[in-house]
């Protein structure tokens, strides 16, 4: 298990309505695409105003959203009408007992019941995530992909980001290169390298013979940060510059300090842009550098 998990007061957190505000003066200053991702942000009350709220901004082209897939039952339809386009959902295992324990808490049948429902509604694009982790479920990496194949849907395998300090497993032990996927994968399919691009991190080969591409997610064995034109806002306002280093800067206070002043948000947002790094330093074999888990980084 890793360390225990601990709730921010609310005072803390964004309101729906600082997001949204944000998320405009983003899209003023130009940025196109807009994804809502977690934790898990579909539990949140009232979610679907937000998606609303940022779906009707007139300069953006793209709002996309990455979740676990227990809530789309309910809110695929809601999400669509918003304005989503795209739906990113993690997956890590197709097995009940693993998912189970990869998870803690889930139920694989509440996913895969809301991934049929994402499909029937009809989005432009659903994309499997799977973390991928050595003796835990990289023994299912050809299956995934079949799921896929037979969803006609894409799927991304991510290695292991070092954040946070976990006690459950040794991160140098269980790393799982995406060189050592892509190999186990073509003992059963013919990959052919993509040329498409999202904008993000994936590198993508195409499945020969199906509608599905496979991406790799390759933070250690292939840095993506040349690439990288990402940032991330935290559910308690903190802009971060890079998830591999602790650059940031406070949208939080400046909101509140000027709650009807976007042009002070956004002459705070363009500065922000000076001090993006060039790139992360992750290394599986060291202890984390950034102790923040990604549930806590959210976005």
């Known amino acids: 298990m890793s360390e225990e998990m601990k709730f921010v007061p609310r005072a803390q957190l964004l309101t729906l309505e600082e997001i949204a505000t944000i998320a405009k003066a983003f899209t003023r200053l ?21 998606f609303e709220d940022i779906g009707a901004l007139p300069d953006l082209e793209e709002l996309t959203t990455t979740t676990n897939g227990s809530q789309l039952v309910t809110l695929a339809e809601p999400l669509k009408k918003a304005g989503v386009k795209r ?20 139920k694989l049948e509440n996913v895969l019941s809301g991934i049929d ?37 894409d799927i991304s395998f991510i290695e292991e980001m070092p954040l946070g300090i976990i006690d459950d497993h040794n991160r140098k032990e ?33 499945v020969v013979g199906t509608n599905t591409k496979v991406g790799f997610i390759s933070p250690h064995s292939h840095n993506f940060c040349d690439q990288c034109n990402r940032v991330r806002l935290t559910a308690e306002g903190r802009l971060l510059l890079c998830l591999g280093q602790e650059h940031s800067v406070d949208l939080r206070k400046v909101i509140r300090t000027f709650p009807d002043d976007i ?9 922000s842009m000076k001090i993006k790094p060039k790139g992360h330093d992750f290394d599986s074999t060291e202890k984390p550098i950034i102790f923040r888990h990604m549930n806590v980084t959210g976005g």
């Open 174 to 206: 269980v790393y799982y290169s995406s060189d050592q996927i892509k190999h186990d994968l073509e003992q059963e399919f013919e990959l052919v390298s993509s040329t498409e691009s999202t904008g993000g991190p994936s590198r993508y080969h195409n």
């Open 30 to 50: 130009g940025v196109k695409k807009i994804r809502i991702t977690g934790g898990e942000p579909l539990i949140r009350q009232n979610i679907i105003q937000l």
């Open 87 to 106: 739906i990113n959902i993690s997956l890590d295992s197709l097995e009940t007992k693993k998912f189970k324990n990869i998870t803690r808490t889930g």
């Open 263 to 271: 042009e002070k948000l956004e002459n705070s947002i363009r500065n």
């Open 117 to 153: 429902k994402a499909l029937s509604v009809g989005f432009e694009k659903i994309k499997i995530n799977a973390v991928i982790l050595k003796n835990r479920n990289h023994d299912e990496v050809v299956n995934l992909v079949r799921f896929a194949i037979g969803r006609k849907i």
